[in-house]
């Protein structure tokens, strides 16, 4: 299969006002960081936990402590996400709080992101839209509340349809060479078959903006 060399978006992305990185999880086992960074990397978001479905307990991703402690010691950038199954506000801000007890010995260069992408579990979490984008921000006010920067993860399309009213700065998954998205993003993912030194599966590529 084709894969996103992270070689060559460096070349085609990486300008002035913006610096390439990658997102990552257990999903990509064990990572030598020193060879990411010398290929050119900068920052890292870490998976810090997800949600075990709708109700579910909170777990800690398995690779979270080494891959912060590792990326940090190699000068990268770090900022965490959590990939949620809230379906209501006091479930995201219990989920913020845990995020928060999780990453207090680590100093966070970026934001916290929150990822939720349940869509197949909506309909029984009796949530209308509006609703859907309180339990968001009640996630992310959490969070910034505790002197951290927040955003939100979402597609193109999802960011079109259903994230529409919050205002928290956003972190785009759009697969593309140049994404048409028309709004303001301050992140964006643009493959999820990236392919970098350090890594031995795919990995997805971002681009930072810095003054975005």
């Known amino acids: 299969p084709v894969r996103t060399v992270f070689k060559e978006v460096l070349e085609n992305y990486k300008k002035e006002n913006t610096e390439v990185g990658i997102d990552v999880s257990k999903w990509q086992g064990k990572i030598d960081f020193k060879k990411v960074k010398e290929a050119g990397a900068t920052f890292v978001m870490i998976r810090v936990g997800s949600q075990q479905g709708v109700g579910g307990q909170y777990?800690?991703?398995?690779?979270?402590?080494?891959?912060?402690?590792?990326a940090i010691k190699n000068d990268l950038k770090v900022g965490v996400y959590f990939y949620s199954y809230a379906d209501s506000n006091k479930e995201a801000k219990k989920q913020a709080v845990w995020v928060l007890k999780q990453i207090k010995e680590y100093k966070l260069s970026l934001p916290i992101a929150f990822d939720w992408e349940?869509?197949?579990?909506?309909?029984?979490?009796?949530?209308?839209?509006?609703?859907?984008?309180?339990?968001?921000?009640?996630?992310?006010?959490?969070?910034?509340?505790?002197?951290?920067?927040?955003?939100?993860?979402?597609?193109?399309?999802?960011?079109?349809?259903?994230?529409?009213?919050?205002?928290?700065?956003?972190?785009?998954?759009?697969?593309?060479?140049?994404t048409d998205y028309a709004s303001e993003y301050v992140m964006w993912q643009l493959c999820q078959d990236g392919q970098i030194d350090g890594i031995n599966t795919t990995v997805d590529i971002n681009v930072l903006y810095k003054n975005a």
């Open 59 to 70: 777990n800690l991703d398995p690779y979270f402590k080494q891959n912060i402690e590792n």
């Open 118 to 178: 349940c869509y197949n579990s909506f309909n029984q979490m009796e949530l209308s839209l509006f609703g859907l984008n309180e339990v968001a921000e009640s996630f992310l006010e959490k969070i910034e509340d505790a002197g951290y920067d927040g955003m939100l993860y979402g597609s193109k399309n999802y960011l079109n349809s259903i994230w529409k009213y919050q205002s928290y700065d956003v972190w785009l998954a759009h697969y593309t060479k140049e």
